[in-house]
Structures are given as C-alpha cells and as structure tokens.
C-alpha cells in the first residue's frame, strides 16, 4: 500500500511588506535582507486572520464533500493555539463542516508539529487503509517592531489531505530523527513575540539536517544521488541553503540540488516565515515551480523544530502529479495581496487580540476571504463563514 500526500493548499493573508521598504526604515543594507537572509517580501496578518482562519481557507480549497465524509483525523500542527485547553482543529472540523466522527486535536513542538501530523498520519493510514487524515499546518511569526528577528516573520497556513494512493507525492515510511533540550527558540506564556537566539538557532538547525541525514543514509543505505531534490523547513531561505551546501560538493549532482533549492524556496521568500507550515510550503514550491522532477524521483524533507527535535524523511513523485494545478492557486494568491507600507505594517502588526480579557469586535469589511474571525464575546471567539 502506498499512502502520502493526496492534495495539499496554502492560504496567507492579504497584505504583504517589501523587505526593501523595511531596510530602508530600519537604516539597512536591502542586501542585507535580500540576499544575507534570503527574504523578499513578508506576510503581514490583519487581526481577522489567525492560524483557525487561515487553515480553514487553505482546506476549503482542496476538499471535496466526499473528502470531508471520509476524513477521520484532523492534525492541527501550531505553536500559535488560540487556546491553552481546546484545540485549533476542533475550530476548523466545524467551519468546514468535517464529519464529527472524525479525531481532531492540535500538536506542538515548535515548527515541527506538521511533520509530526504528517508521520502520525502516515501510522493511522496503514491501519485503516480506507481513511482520509487531514494534516494542518498554521502559525503567525512574530519577533517584535524593530528587533533582529523581524526580518523573517511571515504567517500562513499549509493543508494536507493525506491517504492510501496519492496524487502528490508517495512517503517512504524512511525517517531518521533526533531530539534535545534546547534553548534556541521558545515563546512564554505571557509573550506574543517569540524569543530566539537566531545565531545558536541557525548552527543548531545545520547540526540537526546533518545528524538526521547522516543517520537516514546509514540507515537505509542511501547517499546524497539518491535525491533528485531537497526541501527544507525555512524560516528564512538562506537558513536551508547554509545547510544544503555541508553536504554538497561541486558535482553535476550537487548543482542540479542547487537549482531545485532555487525552487524549492521560491514561494517561502515571498510569505516569510510560517513555523510548522514552512517545510510544506517549501515542498509546495518545489513541485509547483521544477521543471526538471519527474514521476519517481526521491525528494528528501528536513523537518526542524526549535528546542529541539529535527527528522529527515524522503517521499516520491507520484505520476498524476499536476505542476501546473499546484502552481495556479499559491501564484494566484500572492499576485492579488495589497502591499503595505511600513508604517501600515507596524499599525497592524500592534492589532489584533489583547491578552487580557474583553469583548472585542473586529472591522471585517475589508476581509472577503471565506473565514474570519469576527472578535471574542464571553472569552470565546467567535468565526464566521461568509458564505454561509
């Protein structure tokens, strides 16, 4: 039985910043931005939006009613829940009308949740060949006006509808993994802005991808040509291309994974960072944008999650793969967001929910996105459908 990722969907919110306008308001270098992190424009959230919205309207796309009555899992992987009790996912099997016989829970573990619904999923499916899991992967990154994080914030939501026969992309059940306590990257309870150590982060990252590579390679008897392509969870894209290249040389091979980099990091420099969605949009990319992968060709996925736990696993391309399909919806959506200038940004960036208690309700009038979070009455918060 082959089980992987059937259909997959990204959402991310309407407005966006150009990193040239934030370096030249934060007295940068745009290079700086542009080619020392890898960055180009970044997704900025309107406090109508969170990880519940945004995932809703990345599955609303690719789901069928047949899907939503087959779906008996829902995986939502966050580190931005909406609430310390109840889960993301509870939220969004309601929106989108999913059979509530269905399983739904949220996990965490920084931005490796989603590779943790994906492998979770993958178990579920070779037990109960007939299911359909649907795998969230949503978050809003946020580091603070000013700091020196800010450059790689970014929010978004990936859905994954995964079952036995897939049209995407066929997983290997092939992983390696490796997990430490570590401080380089965590967000308290009292803090919206996260807290990172991004040097110790980004040398922590690059010894995770080689432990977890070294470790599948040995244990499954493989080498770097047995890769056609590599994916990468990318906070900001120059994070994976420092890993990628202490394990190249200058081969044919070795450019060949270069160009596919290029395309694999396409989607991620223009949205930023989105935590457990950004392995996913990276993969997205990739298949969206190559020219040159082909039905049956090994794609390896580095999945990283701050504090720590890092896996290596690896999928093929399956034949009915549709590039152009894949390509149409994320393009689409970017070509039709609003640029904002940086004080616009850093107006929105301070909406937005307060931690403390209150009845809050949101101006929607400018969101036509499908679903949308209205405000909080009686500390609950309340979604809505447009079309309903």
């Keep these: 039985m082959t089980i992987g990722i059937d259909k997959i969907g990204f959402f991310t919110s309407d407005y966006y910043l150009d990193m040239v306008d934030l370096a030249a308001a934060r007295g940068e270098d745009p290079n700086k931005y542009l080619i020392g992190i890898g960055q180009e424009q970044q997704a900025v959230i309107p406090p109508t939006q969170d990880v519940v919205t945004m995932a809703a309207n990345a599955a609303v796309k690719i789901l069928s009613d047949d899907d939503k ?7 939502f992987g966050t580190e931005t829940g909406v ?23 949220e996990i965490k573990q920084a931005c490796y949740g989603g590779t943790a619904g994906v492998q979770m999923a993958f178990d579920h499916i070779s037990v109960h060949p007939e299911s359909k899991v649907l795998v969230l992967a949503a978050d809003i990154a946020r580091y603070g006006i000013g700091t020196a994080g800010e ?33 380089d990257f965590w967000r308290p309870f009292y803090r ?3 807290i990172v150590d991004g040097h110790y982060s980004t040398d922590i990252y690059i010894d995770f991808f080689n432990q977890t590579f070294n470790d599948y390679c040995a244990k499954y008897q493989r080498t770097l040509t047995d890769f056609s392509a590599m994916a990468f969870h990318l906070p900001f894209t120059k994070m994976g291309l420092k890993a990628l290249r202490t394990v190249i040389d200058t081969d044919e ?4 994974l270069l160009k596919e980099f290029d395309y694999s990091k396409k ?5 930023g960072n989105l935590y457990t969605g950004s392995l996913y949009l990276s993969l997205l990319s990739l298949l969206a944008n190559s020219t040159m992968l082909h039905a049956g060709d090994r794609i ?28 149409h919806q994320v393009d689409q959506l970017l070509a039709n967001r609003t640029k ?31 679903f949308i979070l209205v405000g909080r009455k009686d500390d609950q918060l309340i979604y809505q459908d447009q079309l309903a």
Excluded: C, W
């Excluded at 996925?301 to 894949?326: H, P």
């Design 151 to 183: 450059v790689t914030q970014g929010d978004g939501a990936i859905a994954m509808l995964m079952s036995q026969d897939p049209q995407i992309l066929a997983l290997d059940n092939q992983s390696a993994f490796h997990s430490e306590n570590i401080m």
């Design 253 to 256: 091979h070795s450019q060949q």
């Design 340 to 370: 904002l200038s940086v004080p616009e940004y850093e107006a929105m960036y301070a909406n937005g929910l307060p931690n403390v208690g209150g009845d809050v309700t949101f101006d929607s009038a400018d969101d036509h996105n499908r």
């Design 69 to 75: 009555q087959a779906i008996d899992m829902v995986i």
């Design 267 to 271: 989607y991620n420099s223009l949205v």
């Design 192 to 194: 919206r802005d996260a």
């Design 83 to 105: 609430d310390n009790s109840k889960s993301a996912a509870i939220y969004v099997q309601s929106l989108l009308g999913i059979s509530n016989t269905a399983r739904s829970f």
């Design 300 to 327: 390896g996925l580095f999945s990283y999650g701050s504090g720590a736990q890092g896996e290596f696993y690896s999928g093929t391309v399956v034949k009915a793969m549709q590039r152009q399909r894949l390509g």
